[in-house]
C-alpha cells in the first residue's frame, strides 16, 4: 500500500503561514476548500485569505496572508523572523499579564486585545468545522497553552494568548489543521531547526530568541546555528511542530514525489527565508502474518434457529470475541445442521469455548491458534444535503479503496436511488481527499 509521507526543511525558519503556505503552495487546489473552512469558525468568520506566488530571487514558491473584512487591510502575520529585526511583530503567547501595550508595534488595526484559551477551545468546539480540524486545531493550540504555562507558572486552563490570540494567528493554526486533514499524510518529520539569536520586541518588553515558549516546545528536537539571528521560529510554527512531528529526522526508502517553498517576508543574509516541503509515497510490503486469532468451532444439530440467533448475539458481545459466523451444513444421517465458528482473543480462548458450551446445545468445541493477516483501514465521511455518510477506507496491495455503509443507505428507498447517491457520494469523498483514493 502506498502512504503519504511529508518532511519538513526549515531552511529560513518555521512559522505558522510559513507551514501553511508550504502546503497550499504544493497542494493549491485546496485552496478554495480553505477559504470556505474558515467562515465556519467564530472568531475568525470575517477573515478571508490569499495565496500570492512569491520569488526571492532564487527560489520560487507561495506565500499565505490574511486579510479581515472589517478591517480593510492585508496583514503579514505570525512572522516573528519576517520583518526587519528591530521591528518585528511577535506572536508569543503571555499568560497573566497586562496587555495594554500601545507601542507594540503588530499592525492590526489596535487588535491587541487577548483571548483566554479556553475560549478559543469553546469557539472551536461549536464551530462547524470537521471534526478532525477541530482536534487537530484543539492540539496545537493545546501544546502552546502547555508551553505558556510552564513559563508563567500557571495551568494550561488559565493561560491567555496575547498575539496567538489576534485573529490572524488563530487562521494561521485553523488553516494548518485543516489542511493537515485534507493532506491526510500518515507520518510528518522535521529536519534541523535554526536556533536563531538576539532579542525580540514584545508588548512586555525584549525576550531573548529563541522565546521562552519556543524553547519548551522544541524541547527534544535537533537545532542547528546556521550564524543568521533573529527569531527564526515562532512559538506558533514550534507548537505545529511539537504536535505534528512524532519523527524528528526523515527515515529512508522512500519515493521522493513532490516539493513546494511556503515563504516569509523578510529577507535573510545568504539563505532564503523558507519552509520547504517534500512529499514523499512508501510503499509499504504487506508482512505474511500480522497477529493470532483463535478459532472455535463447532456443529449444532437439536437446537432451534431462534435460540441460536440468541446465542450467536451473546457471543458476538463479549469483548473478547472478535466476530461469530455460521453457517447450514450436512451432519450424519443426513441431518441439517449448523456450523458455528468464533474468532476470539487467543489469551482468552478457554472463557469463550466455556461461553459457547453454555450457550449452545453442542457438547464439544475445536480450538486452534492461527496466523492472520489484516489491512490498514480508516474511517472517514462526506456531507451531503445535511446528512453525514459514512466511508471505510482499507488500504490493499494494488491500493487503497472505499466503501459506503451500508447503513448510511438505509433511509434511501428504492434500488435505483441508493445506486445513484452511492455514485455521488464516492465522488464527493474523492474530490475531498484529492489524490490519495
Not at 7 to 27: I, N, Q, S, W
Not at 35 to 43: S, Y
Request: charged share 25%; proline share 4%; net charge negative.
Amino acid at each position: 500500500m502506498t502512504l503519504l509521507e511529508i518532511h519538513l526543511d526549515p531552511v529560513g525558519g518555521m512559522a505558522g503561514d510559513m507551514f501553511v503556505a508550504a502546503l497550499l503552495d504544493l497542494r493549491p487546489d485546496l485552496n478554495a476548500g480553505l477559504q470556505a473552512a474558515l467562515k465556519l469558525c467564530p472568531l475568525i468568520e470575517n477573515i478571508e485569505c490569499k495565496l500570492l506566488p512569491h520569488h526571492d530571487g532564487v527560489l520560487t514558491g507561495s506565500r499565505f496572508k490574511v486579510h479581515h473584512a472589517e478591517h480593510g487591510a492585508d496583514h503579514p502575520h505570525d512572522h516573528n523572523h519576517h520583518q526587519d529585526h528591530h521591528g518585528q511583530h511577535h506572536d508569543h503567547s503571555h499568560a497573566g499579564h497586562d496587555h495594554g501595550h500601545a507601542e507594540h508595534d503588530r499592525t492590526r488595526a489596535g487588535h491587541h486585545d487577548h483571548v483566554a484559551w479556553r475560549d478559543i477551545r469553546d469557539a472551536l468546539n461549536r464551530s462547524a468545522l470537521d471534526g478532525e480540524t477541530i482536534r487537530h486545531a484543539t492540539g496545537v493550540f493545546e501544546k502552546l497553552a502547555e508551553a505558556e504555562a510552564k513559563v508563567h507558572g500557571t495551568t494550561p486552563e488559565n493561560v491567555a494568548f496575547h498575539e496567538v490570540g489576534a485573529w490572524d494567528s488563530i487562521a494561521d493554526i485553523v488553516s494548518a489543521a485543516w489542511l493537515i486533514t485534507q493532506v491526510g499524510a500518515a507520518a510528518w518529520s522535521v529536519g534541523p531547526i535554526p536556533i536563531g539569536g538576539g532579542r525580540v520586541k514584545t508588548a512586555h518588553g525584549l525576550l531573548p530568541v529563541p522565546a521562552p515558549a519556543t524553547v519548551h516546545l522544541l524541547k527534544d528536537f535537533d537545532v542547528i546555528d546556521d550564524g543568521i539571528g533573529g527569531e527564526r521560529v515562532t512559538p506558533t510554527g514550534a507548537a505545529i511542530l511539537a504536535y505534528l512531528c512524532k519523527s524528528k529526522t526523515a527515515p529512508g526508502h522512500r519515493a521522493l514525489k513532490g516539493s513546494s517553498h511556503g515563504f516569509g517576508t523578510k529577507r535573510l543574509p545568504g539563505v532564503s527565508n523558507c519552509l520547504r516541503l517534500l512529499a514523499f509515497e512508501r510503499r509499504e510490503e504487506l508482512s505474511a502474518f500480522n497477529g493470532t486469532v483463535a478459532v472455535l468451532e463447532c456443529e449444532i444439530d437439536d437446537q432451534t434457529g431462534e435460540d441460536i440467533a440468541q446465542a450467536v448475539a451473546r457471543l458476538r458481545n463479549r469483548p473478547d470475541v472478535r466476530d461469530v459466523v455460521q453457517m447450514p451444513v450436512f451432519g450424519k444421517k443426513g441431518r441439517m445442521m449448523t456450523h458455528l465458528q468464533v474468532l476470539a482473543d487467543p489469551s482468552k480462548s478457554r472463557d469463550v469455548a466455556a461461553a459457547i458450551l453454555d450457550e449452545t446445545t453442542t457438547i464439544g468445541v475445536r480450538a486452534v491458534t492461527v496466523e492472520r493477516m489484516t489491512l490498514r483501514r480508516e474511517e472517514d465521511s462526506v456531507e451531503h444535503a445535511g446528512k453525514i455518510y459514512a466511508f471505510k477506507l482499507v488500504d490493499r496491495p494494488s491500493g487503497r479503496t472505499a466503501k459506503l455503509e451500508a447503513d448510511s443507505l438505509a433511509s434511501t428507498p428504492g434500488a435505483a436511488a441508493r445506486r445513484s447517491l452511492r455514485r455521488l457520494l464516492e465522488g464527493l469523498l474523492k474530490q475531498k481527499r484529492g489524490d490519495l483514493l
